[in-house]
């Protein structure tokens, strides 16, 4: 009995030496496989999810992705693309993304609506005002004609803009409203109208059928568009927002030193170009990210007021971020 059961300890404490070296060879992978990650999941790269529109502002962000540049200075961008400002608006307010591409007028209606929302950036947006009518040259001979744009929005604020530099009111024009930009385009083709404010890629289907560019915000020296992020999230993550800045002047660089060919089929995809008008786009002139000009948020909210969308008195510098660039 006495061997019997000296024998079943001998067994039992080697297979508990057994189990114990399994253990700590189990342990030692794990650790090595931590380490090969970059560590635990709290070492893991930040995410920063931002909404953004097909638009000729979002390239930055997305070759900054598609080039790892996120990643190289410590951020993983998670761009979510989406097909109306209105959707990126739903999934805003939900709390699926962190920052938005948005514009001054946007800005003012958050804030009215108590969203503590801050600038951190402009982006490099465009809208054109296109004709197809031969009797319009300029844009004063817009007066007693029909333009189509998507009221109390910054197509509705840039058509403002520009018609004041000519000598003009909104009360001198007859205003269409449309939010549909696809339709807004063919009603001009089908001289529904006599003008229209558009993005790319839209200008450049246009011109391709013929429409004529009257100005743009680049002629008329408005800028509107802007990069947005809630307070919360810039207290959250004020290293990430900067990371991304960082990433987005190296896209801007890598675009100032490659041929358009290296990237345009990217650019195509993302905006919705359509191939055929391959040959026919044209890149803006992308330069590093730098912040709001305060005399464009006074702009934009004097604007706000007088259609009524604003009634909060909010200064500029309330809702200009300096996460990334001092006001």
Known sequence: ???????????LLALALIISIVGVACNSKTDNANAGNG????????ELSLGLLPSIDA??????HEQGFDQKHGVNLNIQTFKSAKDRDVAFQ??????????LVAISIYNE????VKITST???EFDLLTGNNGIQEVK????????????????????????????????INITEVPQIPTRLELLKNNKADAAILPEPFVTMGKASDLRVLSSTKQAQVNPFVLAFPQSVIDAKPEAIRAMYRAYDDAVEYMQS??????????????????????????????????????????????????GLLTKDITPEEVISDVQFKK
């Open 94 to 103: 939900a709390g699926k993304i962190d920052g938005l591409s948005a514009d």
């Open 141 to 172: 001979d817009l007066k007693g004609k029909t333009v189509i744009l998507s009221k109390n929005t910054s197509t509705q604020y840039t058509v403002a803009m520009m018609l004041k530099q000519a000598g003009l009111t909104e009360k001198d």
């Open 39 to 46: 560590g635990s999941k709290a070492s893991e790269t930040p």
């Open 258 to 307: 490659h041929d358009q060919k290296d990237y345009i089929d990217l650019v195509i995809k993302e905006v919705g170009y359509p191939e055929t008008l391959k040959d026919q786009i044209e890149v803006p002139a992308y330069i590093p990210a730098n912040q709001v000009d305060v005399k464009e948020v006074e702009s934009a909210f004097a604007w706000a007021r007088e259609q």
């Open 123 to 125: 982006t490099f947006g």
């Open 113 to 116: 609506a108590g969203l503590d």
């Open 1 to 11: 009995m006495k061997i019997k059961t000296t024998r079943r300890m001998m067994m």
């Open 59 to 64: 390239i930055p962000f997305i070759i900054a």
